[in-house]
Nanobody, 124 residues
Framework: QVQLVESGGGLVQGGGSLRLSCAAS????????MGWFRQAPGQEREFVAA????????YYADSVKGRFTISRDNAKNTMYLQMNILKPEDTAVYYC?????????????????WGQGTQVTVSS
């Protein structure tokens, strides 16, 4: 079982950047697929980015492609989300997620463990 803690959220102006981190505890981090989801007020939680267990492949929602980069450091049990050219519509609570083994995380039904979330607010 993996436990997850996000950090790095905050308030930023449009066009700015933030880097989110997800620190994982537990022995299985390097064997599971990971991802980021977000939830804006009044909306459903949505997929943002996913990365395979090895870090060899990554996938993005169309809305963030070219602006966000997901990465992981298995030696440090940590996953990252570098967010550039932020827009007001990126405002949401961002959640780190661990999968059920190596199944790629692109929907909430593939998530086994959630972090507590970190708020990202982008001003116009």
């Amino acid at each position: 079982q993996v436990q997850l803690v996000e950090s790095g959220g905050g308030l930023v102006q449009g066009g700015g950047s933030l880097r989110l981190s997800c620190a994982a505890s537990g022995r299985s981090f390097s064997t599971v697929a990971m991802g980021w989801f977000r939830q804006a007020p009044g909306q459903e939680r949505e997929f943002v980015a996913a990365i395979t267990w090895s870090g060899g492949s990554s996938y993005y929602a169309d809305s963030v492609k070219g602006r966000f980069t997901i990465s992981r450091d298995n030696a440090k049990n940590t996953m990252y989300l570098q967010m550039n050219i932020l827009k007001p519509e990126d405002t949401a609570v961002y959640y780190c997620a661990a999968g059920k083994g190596r199944i790629l995380l692109t929907t909430t039904t593939t998530v086994a463990t959630w972090g507590q979330g970190t708020q990202v607010t982008v001003s116009s």
